[in-house]
């Protein structure tokens, strides 16, 4: 069955940009997560959306960045008036519902390559 | 000093040698994730697990809660397995998916 899609697969843009980036998670998964991997640092987590709760915004670095899921399915993050340092790899996860007593795998897509000139 | 830390961050070995990676956290959790990352960047989720031990195909992992730190075995390596190999833990209080991951195990593997 197909994974989690992600769109673009490259985003080049100019500094002060605003940029869209897409997340299709996996049919029937609830929890859809965000997060971000810059050059040669480890993936830092973003936001985190579970059902209709409201999401776990606590990661987002600015209030630049928003996230919102649509439908319980495809997700979008925009990150407004964009800075160098917004360069990074964003990537988008999904799994099953997935709380404090029920970790699931997360299933991971190929990621957004952002680069802000 | 970070929550999640791995050892070594760099690691050669020639196939067919037996592997070990290290993940010590300093948190509570609730389970511990174990993730690959090839060269072209894809993450794939390996091993999610909360006591003992589990072990697939060549791979092991293996978590003390105790002591809170876990290891991840690849026996008979192949270069195939060249790979950044990320621990990450999810907490056992506030969000429990909301992971903290280490920076990452970089494997070589050589013929």
């Known amino acids: 069955g197909a994974g989690v899609s992600q769109s673009p697969s490259n985003k080049v843009t100019e500094k002060g940009k605003d940029v869209e980036l897409r997340c299709d998670p996996i049919?029937?998964?609830?929890?859809l997560y965000w997060y971000r991997q810059s050059l040669g640092q480890g993936l830092e987590f973003l936001i985190y959306?579970?059902?209709?709760?409201?999401?776990?915004k606590s990661g987002l670095p600015s209030d630049r960045f928003s996230a919102e899921r649509t439908g319980g399915s495809v997700s979008t993050l925009t990150i407004q008036r964009t800075q160098q340092e917004d360069s990074a790899v964003y990537l988008c996860?999904?799994?099953?519902?997935?709380?404090?007593?029920?970790?699931?795998?997360?299933?991971f897509g190929d990621g957004t390559r952002l680069s802000i000139l | 000093k970070n929550e999640v830390e791995q050892s070594p961050q760099n690691l050669t070995a020639q196939e067919g040698e037996f592997i070990t990676i290290n993940c010590s956290y300093s948190?509570?959790?609730?389970?511990l994730h174990w993730l690959q990352q090839h060269p072209g960047g894809g993450i794939v989720s390996l091993f999610m697990?909360?006591?003992g031990k589990k072990k697939h195909g060549r791979l092991i992992a293996t978590i003390n809660i105790q002591e809170k730190h876990s290891s991840l075995h690849i026996t008979a390596s192949h270069p195939r397995d060249s790979a950044v190999y990320i621990c990450?833990?999810?907490?056992?209080?506030?969000?429990?998916?909301?992971?903290?991951f280490g920076t990452g195990t970089r494997l070589q593997v050589t013929l």
């Open positions: 996860a999904s799994s099953l519902f997935s709380g404090r007593y029920s970790n699931q795998p997360q299933h």
């Open positions: 948190v509570g959790i609730s389970a």
């Open positions: 959306f579970q059902g209709n709760s409201a999401p776990d």
């Open positions: 049919s029937g998964h609830t929890a």
């Open positions: 697990l909360s006591s």
């Open positions: 990450a833990v999810a907490p056992n209080t506030g969000t429990a998916s909301k992971l903290t």
